[in-house]
């Protein structure tokens, strides 16, 4: 299976004969694979180890529960003899975004049985529904489980949107549903709305369609992620080479070119060193080459790839420029963020004394910002408050 990508996935995980057929494998390697993987798709171990959020999510749900009155509940198809694992999972992948989902936050199939995960979802908005809750929202990745609690939704007033990632059942037209694939804090929050004295970040400014509507915009902040590709030369890849192969067609995007046009176009520059050593030369180097000053700059990277020296050298040399790390706390200078697929959230404008404006706590207290992929299959419903002053508001989100 080697040289195999997530890409290459195209069929929901239950699948597991569709997921095979365009490998053409040998009858008996075909046999031996579909034994294990049947074994495992289940197995606590595998489920907790193959947990990735897709990226924004969290920062969505983060918003959210940032609101008072406002919930979100996960409700998943899952086994309740799943609960302990989804749980510590959930808040594992949530704790570095400042997320966190209550055991009773969590609807699961007492049953455990895959013809009764529609009506396990069903009955968990009705359950919420009894607790005083009112759900506005509901994610859902399979049209078959819309359809159901669209049914059952006896107040007309849910909006129900469609997760178009991998799904089993057949799409098919259901009332108040939309359909996207990405989790955005974007289309939520105006930036005028963040304050004076905070500023957005665009993500991924790494090739050129994410770098036209960068300059088209009034964000003054690109992220450029930050590698050496496998002849040498910088280049701007979120992904590593080894983790996911050059391809011939892949067009690899010049850090120098981009720094021109982001010069250019008087932007600032904050760059994610996904490697140390030789290559923080070269980026300060280049920097240097086109004049950026410090207040232009934010340098962001693992404590992993730098090291403790790395950090030191590019306080050293930039002294007045924030340099963050992606761990559970943050270097001096800088402040909380929150990912979504074009956004990266607010960095203040005088270096990051501020306390941040989604979470009220200082920078040194900060949960870090970074980005997930691949959570595939869940949902999250979002909920607002009823009339009832003392009434609760929660989301519910099925998981398969």
């Not at 180890?49 to 529960?65: C, K």
């Amino acid at each position: 299976m080697r040289g195999i990508t997530a890409e290459d996935i195209v069929d929901h995980e239950t699948h597991v004969d569709e997921i095979l057929e365009p490998f053409t494998l040998s009858e008996r390697v075909h046999r031996d694979v579909r034994t294990w993987y049947v074994e495992r798709f289940r197995d606590p171990e595998a489920v907790a180890a193959s947990h990735r959020p897709y990226q924004g999510v969290l920062g969505v749900i983060r918003w959210f529960q940032l609101h008072p009155r406002t919930h979100v509940a996960i409700n998943t198809g899952r086994p309740e003899s799943m609960r302990e694992v989804t749980v510590a999972s959930l808040n594992a992948l949530g704790a570095i975004h400042r997320v966190a989902f209550p055991p009773e936050m969590l609807f699961m199939n007492r049953t455990g049985l895959d013809e009764d995960v529609a009506t396990a979802k069903v009955d968990a908005l009705r359950r919420l529904r009894l607790a005083g809750y009112r759900i506005v929202a509901v994610v859902d990745n399979e049209p078959a489980m819309i359809r159901a609690m669209a049914d059952a939704d006896e107040t007309g007033e849910i909006l129900f949107l469609h997760a178009d990632t991998v799904f089993a059942s057949r799409r098919e037209p259901t009332p108040r549903t939309v359909s996207g694939s990405g989790y955005g804090l974007s289309g939520l929050v105006d930036e005028a709305e963040v304050g004076r004295r905070v500023t957005l970040v665009w993500h991924g400014v790494n090739d050129r369609h994410n770098l036209r509507q960068f300059v088209a915009s009034d964000v003054r902040w690109a992220e450029l992620d930050v590698r050496r590709d496998p002849v040498g030369r910088l280049v701007l890849r979120h992904d590593s080479f080894v983790d996911s192969p050059w391809m011939r067609d892949e067009e690899l995007a010049s850090l120098r070119d981009y720094l021109e046009v982001l010069r250019w176009n008087v932007r600032s520059v904050k760059l994610d060193l996904k490697e140390g050593g030789a290559v923080v030369d070269e980026v300060l180097e280049a920097l240097g080459g086109f004049g950026f000053g410090d207040e232009e700059l934010w340098f962001n990277a693992s404590v992993q790839t730098l090291g403790p020296e790395g950090f030191r050298h590019l306080r050293r040399a930039r002294p007045g420029a924030p340099c963050s790390r992606r761990s559970t706390s943050w270097c001096r200078s800088c402040t909380p963020r929150q990912s979504s697929p074009r956004m990266s959230s607010p960095r203040s404008e005088d270096g990051g004394s501020l306390a941040s404006p989604w979470t009220g706590e200082r920078p040194g207290r900060a949960s870090c910002w970074t980005s997930w992929r691949g959570w595939g299959g869940r949902s999250t419903c979002m909920g607002s408050p009823t009339s009832n002053p003392s009434s609760k508001q929660r989301s519910s989100s099925p998981l398969r």
